[in-house]
């Protein structure tokens, strides 16, 4: 499962860890009176709080009592009810134990039916689980098979969800009845985490595992996805079609997938086996670039982990009003419509960290799945954790590196706003809540520590004997442990208990030093992580010492095992610079305490890696010093696209008055969209309009949407009529970032006749340009006077109240509504400010998603 991207945002907050205490005795006073010498002295009387024994928390594994063997569906749907019409045999023999009893997930059924190797049998039924009497004791070594004739109702289903997957229906009927204009009708699954039993009965655990055949039955109109592969396709005589899919390979319930729409299909091969697109008929032309690289994906991930892909077959479909961002079902991966874009707007955001993330979950999900809910990192690490093997593989150690540091500072600020737990979290209150930024960011993040203490070889070979000693089974983390001792012939318990079984992660200060009169290089490094966090964190790590230019250092290789350390290395001479975690591989809050200016510019010039230029421009950022403003001019060079944006922010006309002609030439011909983009918003902010040319050219030339929509910002600034008479022309495009930039021209012109511009468009944005689109919404209306805020605050209430709407408009239009309470508190106008508040109020009581009402709490205040 690949979260949709929640208000991800690239800063990194402060960390700050509130210091746990247990609970402190409590004493009550109550006077005893002793009378000496007329005196009365009062003493209390201590009295101890009873102690509470309990066990903490734990969610264990299902227990599994019944095998589930094969599953075999006839499906057929009621779209104008959204009933789903079926017939299910479930072949079992009992596991272990013998048992006359079978309990099922069945969720919201009408049961019609049951038999049990043919004979009606008594069942229980309170609609969740569904108990059946087998009509004999089993024994282990007996299989039996249930059949089950049963109309499922998932629309009729109080709907459930959680940030992560936003409904629990399981089942999914689009434009049912054809009342929602030209959105295509649609039926599609969601069974992640136990959703698929609203759609047919099943032992619906993690734990499980089955093969399937599924008979689907839909308008002849229409085409079909399952598991595995399409056996057949016949015919019906009343204008339908039953197309047979058959999985032979047995994976877990909550994998089964149906996708059933107009689709346009795009196929190709790898190695033989067949690769299908399925996309809405006017994107068929760009469906491999939508799944670009599946191809190399493939045959990289393969050959990385030492198991050729497992399956079938692999097929990818892209459905509308998608419930997350998207889903590993074995051979059918579901993703939302976000990834659906032209070639053109694949220019600026390619869809690959996307599609790599749900092919790894073929090996690490689907192959092998986790045990319990509770070990969902067993899945999700790894798929994370692909992003960055694909970033490394495909474009480089900087790239991959700048990935991490995205994760890595997602999880921190998870850490530091929602609170930390284990990796391997028994105690969760509810299964959903697993889908955060630990069982993903922080999962990915330990693998690649992994990686980097056990080495690359030794990784590789301990993921192909995890994948090959468990495949088809469960797993959970003791099983990769044990897997990487038998290949290392190390003993990681260490790792895995403070990593997977522990809470948090170090923070740390680090100092760096010269002892002249011993010639040596001082590192001292101290812990200073609190409250339920581990104390000492084991922190195997390499020193580079550098002492001189273009000279590669001298490498150590310590281990902190201590709260405090200091480590010293004999030198010949005084270091230009010393790093320490050298290779920025640990999970962490690390702060260098005394690195000078000097060093961090003998750091950008000489350390390789991409997080040692980035911190070097950072640790600089306020300076104006010669060596600073080289660095910085150097930057605008360098051969990876985040560091020259970076410079590009920092550089000034100060720095060098030449450097506008360079900066004109970035945005001219970087070979990178976001690096043109900002380039061109530089030369705005500089008040440069001599290079105006360069800027009008990105507007009427340019094919990345993000350049374009940065040019007219950029002009706007520069010649806000010019870049108003580019407006209507640039409305017709389908860009958010264009519609996002030519919104916010609107706002500050003030052109109050282009709300209903606004209001056609605002619940078509997802991510930032939600948020700026929204923003400038709110901002023309308060140029309109009352009557136009009350509108703009009516339009965004019903945004933003509809939790079916994406995370990001919700927010954008929250903001926005408190955007609007503080102008008219402001101007006096209490009567209004009060109407906006009420909004502000229902919206917070029915947000559902944790993060954001986190984010909510100052809002209307």
Same mark, same amino acid.
């Given at each position: ?14 960390l700050f860890?509130?210091?746990c205490?247990?609970p ?19 003493k ?5 709080e ?6 903490p928390t $734990?969610? &264990? ?5 019944n095998d ?6 006839e ?24 048992t ?9 059924f ?8 043919g ?6 039924y ?9 009509g004999?004791?089993?024994s282990?070594?007996e299989?039996?098979?249930v059949?089950i ?6 629309n009729e ?21 054809k ?8 039926i ?9 039993s609203?759609?047919?009965? !099943? ?11 599924i ?17 057949s396709?016949?015919?019906n ?9 058959d ?12 996708? @059933?729409? /107009? ?6 091969k ?11 008929? =006017?994107?068929?032309?760009?469906a ?5 690289? !599946? ?17 079938? #077959? ?10 997350s ?19 053109r707007?694949?220019?600026?955001n ?30 999700e690490?790894f798929?994370?954790y ?8 495909? $474009?480089?150690?900087?790239?991959a590196d ?30 959903e ?6 069982s993903?960011n ?9 990686r ?11 993921? =192909?004997k995890?994948l ?38 170090p ?14 290089? @001082? ?16 922190? &195997?790590?390499?020193?580079?010492? $550098? ?12 281990q ?5 350390? !200091?480590?010293r290395?004999p ?9 320490? /975690? ?12 005394? #690195?000078?200016?000097?060093e961090y510019?003998?750091?950008f ?5 991409f ?12 300076s104006s ?8 001019? =150097? ?10 944006n970076?410079?590009?922010d920092?550089?000034?006309l ?8 360079? @900066?004109?030439?970035?945005? #001219? ?6 690096v ?11 008040? /440069?309009?001599?290079?105006? +040319? ?6 009427? +030339? ?20 010019e870049?108003i ?5 640039l ?9 996002a ?14 709300? &209903?511009?606004?209001e056609k468009?605002?619940?078509?944005? +997802? ?7 929204i923003?400038? $919404?709110a ?6 006077g ?8 009516k ?6 109240e ?8 919700r927010?954008?239009? !929250? ?27 229902d @919206?917070?009581?029915k947000? +559902? ?7 909510y709490?100052?809002?209307g205040?």
């Amino acid at each position: 499962m690949k979260l949709s991207n929640v208000l991800k945002g690239a800063l990194i907050l402060p960390l700050f860890i509130m210091s746990c205490k247990g609970p402190s005795e409590i004493v009550k006073e109550e006077p005893v009176e002793k009378r000496d010498l007329e005196e009365i002295v009062v003493k209390p009387d201590v009295v101890e709080e009873e102690k509470v024994y309990e066990l903490p928390t $734990y969610n &264990p594994s299902y227990k599994r009592t019944n095998d589930l063997l094969h599953t075999k569906l006839e499906l057929s749907f009621n779209w104008e009810k959204q009933h789903v019409l079926g017939k299910a045999w479930l072949d079992f023999k009992p596991l272990f134990y013998s048992t006359n009893i079978l309990e099922l997930d069945a969720k919201g059924f009408d049961i019609h039916a049951i038999e049990v190797n043919g004979k009606k049998v008594e069942y229980d039924y309170d609609d969740e689980i569904l108990t059946i009497a087998l009509g004999k004791e089993f024994s282990a070594k007996e299989k039996y098979q249930v059949f089950i004739d049963y109309t499922a109702k998932p629309n009729e289903r109080k709907a459930g969800g959680s940030a992560a997957i936003t409904s629990d229906k399981g089942l999914f009927f689009i434009n049912p009845t054809k009342d929602e204009g030209d959105k295509p009708q649609q039926i599609w699954t969601q069974g992640e985490t136990e959703n698929n039993s609203a759609w047919f009965p !099943t032992v619906d655990k993690p734990n499980e595992r089955t093969t399937q055949e599924i008979y689907l039955t839909v308008r002849d109109e229409f085409k079909t996805l399952s598991n595995g592969l399409l056996k057949s396709s016949k015919k019906n005589s009343d204008g339908t079609r039953t197309d047979y899919w058959d999985m032979d390979m047995p994976h877990a319930p909550y994998l089964f997938m149906l996708a @059933i729409g /107009d689709f346009a299909i795009v196929e190709e091969k790898w190695e033989g086996m067949l690769l299908q697109y399925y996309v809405e008929p =006017k994107y068929e032309k760009h469906a491999k670039a939508i799944f670009s690289n !599946t191809p190399e994906m493939l045959t990289f991930f393969s050959d990385y982990v030492g198991v050729k892909y497992p399956w079938q #077959k692999y097929s990818q479909v892209v459905v509308r009003d998608y419930v997350s961002g998207a889903m590993e079902n074995t051979t059918g991966v579901i993703f939302g419509d976000f990834v659906q874009r032209t070639d053109r707007e694949l220019i600026d955001n390619t869809n690959e960290r996307i599609v790599a993330h749900e092919l790894m979950h073929h090996w690490f999900g689907d192959l092998v799945t986790c045990e319990s809910w509770a070990n969902l990192t067993m899945n999700e690490g790894f798929a994370n954790y692909s992003e960055y093997l694909w970033f490394e593989h495909e $474009y480089g150690r900087d790239a991959a590196d700048y990935h991490l540091f995205g994760e890595q500072a997602g999880y921190l600020n998870s850490a530091t706003m929602m609170g930390a737990h284990p990796l391997i979290h028994f105690g969760y209150n509810d299964k959903e809540d697993m889908f955060d930024a630990h069982s993903y960011n922080k999962g990915g993040a330990v693998l690649h520590m992994l990686r980097k203490t056990v080495g690359d070889d030794a990784f590789r070979a301990g993921l =192909k004997k995890y994948l090959t000693d468990n495949q088809f089974e469960a797993v959970e983390a003791h099983d990769l442990r044990l897997a990487m001792e038998d290949v290392t012939g190390m003993d990681l318990n260490w790792f895995f208990n403070q990593w997977y079984f522990e809470e948090g992660h170090p923070t740390v200060n680090i100092e760096y030093g010269y002892d002249a009169s011993s010639s040596e290089a @001082i590192v001292s490094i101290k812990q200073t992580q609190e409250g339920n966090y581990p104390g000492i964190f084991i922190l &195997p790590m390499a020193i580079d010492i $550098y002492l001189t230019n273009n000279k590669a250092p001298i490498r150590k290789m310590v281990q902190m095992d201590q709260r405090e350390q !200091t480590f010293r290395f004999p030198v010949s001479a005084k270091p230009k610079l010393i790093l320490a /975690d050298a290779e920025h591989y640990l999970l962490g809050s690390f702060e260098e305490n005394n #690195k000078s200016e000097e060093e961090y510019v003998f750091q950008f010039n000489n350390a390789p890696l991409f997080k040692d230029r980035y911190t070097a421009l950072l640790g600089t950022k306020e300076s104006s010093s010669n060596a600073v403003k080289t660095i910085r001019e =150097k930057a605008l060079n360098d051969k990876f696209w985040a560091i020259r944006n970076l410079a590009l922010d920092a550089v000034t006309l100060t720095d060098n008055p030449a450097v506008i002609t360079k @900066i004109a030439d970035i945005a #001219k011909n970087d070979p990178h969209s976001k690096v043109k983009a900002s380039a061109l918003l530089k030369l705005a902010e500089i008040g /440069d309009k001599q290079h105006t +040319n360069i800027v009008k050219s990105a507007i009427s +030339n340019e094919k990345s949407y993000t350049v374009i929509a940065a040019g007219l910002e950029a002009l706007a600034v520069l010649d806000i009529d010019e870049a108003i008479s580019y407006a209507p022309k640039l409305e017709k495009e389908e860009s958010a970032s264009i519609l996002a930039a030519v919104g916010k021209l609107y706002a500050e012109k003030g052109e109050i006749a282009k709300m &209903p511009f606004f209001e056609k468009h605002l619940s078509e944005f +997802n991510g930032y340009p939600a948020i700026n689109f929204i923003g400038s $919404y709110a901002n023309l209306s308060m140029k309109g006077g009352t009557d136009k805020i009350l509108v703009a605050g009516k339009n965004l209430f019903n945004l933003s109240e509809n939790m079916n709407e994406s995370p990001w408009r919700r927010y954008g239009g !929250t903001k926005a509504l408190d955007d609007l309470y503080q102008f008219l508190k402001a101007q006096g106008d209490v009567d209004n400010a009060m109407k906006i508040k009420k909004y502000i109020s229902d @919206i917070k009581a029915k947000e +559902n998603n944790s993060q954001l009402q986190n984010m909510y709490k100052n809002f209307g205040k």
